[in-house]
């Protein structure tokens, strides 16, 4: 048992699903960067060939589109997990036990949305995959593609109800250690950290 007793502990299923979870998005994200370097490498490999050698990457339009789906949603659960996603903070100023219940309402309206794109992006991958769609120039298979929405998604729905349960154990036990959810950080603690991130820029003379 814990020194500071149940309310400054935190569970350890708690610990281990978020750090399972956390394995798994940080490899998703991973493959969503090698996505967007494999496009600029293709990028600059069709300009440079289309300019002086007159030679154009087959199917060019093609892999792009389906190397899309990759960087666009792989990352999501991983920007989450950091609370990186781009937002406007007005509770800054609030006590933590309301900034909590705040944060509970959004990620449980979140989880509602995130359920329903589920359901419809593999509906949709359904679809692809039964009727055999290809794509218009090299008729590449859209199915991978499209698979890789509901996936994502699917990892983003875990990262949501991980951080329910991290938010409802908060409000419980506002003193406890934050798990699974990002920390919140107050309103002097962003202006200390623009502050340094200020002075860090500057050489002294």
């Known amino acids: 048992m814990a020194v500071g007793g149940p309310a400054q502990s935190s569970p350890l299923f708690l610990r281990r699903a978020d750090a399972a979870l956390s394995r798994l998005e940080d490899g998703s994200n991973l493959v969503a960067a090698l996505a967007i370097f494999f496009l ?91 009727i055999g769609d290809s794509t218009m120039d090299i008729r590449l298979p859209t199915w991978p593609a499209k698979l890789m929405v509901p996936l994502a998604l699917a990892m983003l729905w875990l990262r949501l109800a991980l951080q329910i349960c991290g938010y409802v154990r908060m409000i419980a036990h506002p003193k406890a250690e934050p798990v699974a959810v990002p920390k919140l950080i107050t309103l002097e603690t962003q202006v200390q950290d623009e502050i340094a991130d200020a002075l860090g820029r500057e050489q002294p003379r």
Do not use: C, K
């Open 40 to 130: 600029m490498f293709v990028g600059v490999a069709q300009i440079i060939g289309r300019t002086l050698f007159d030679f154009a990457i087959y199917g060019y339009i093609d892999w792009i589109e389906q190397a899309s789906s990759l960087f666009a949603f792989l990352g999501i659960a991983y920007a989450q997990r950091l609370g990186s996603h781009i937002g406007m903070d007005l509770t800054m100023s609030w006590r933590p036990a309301a900034r909590w219940r705040i944060e509970l309402f959004g990620v449980v309206m979140a989880m509602i949305i995130i359920t329903l794109l589920v359901y419809a992006s593999f509906t949709n991958f359904l679809r692809a995959w039964q």
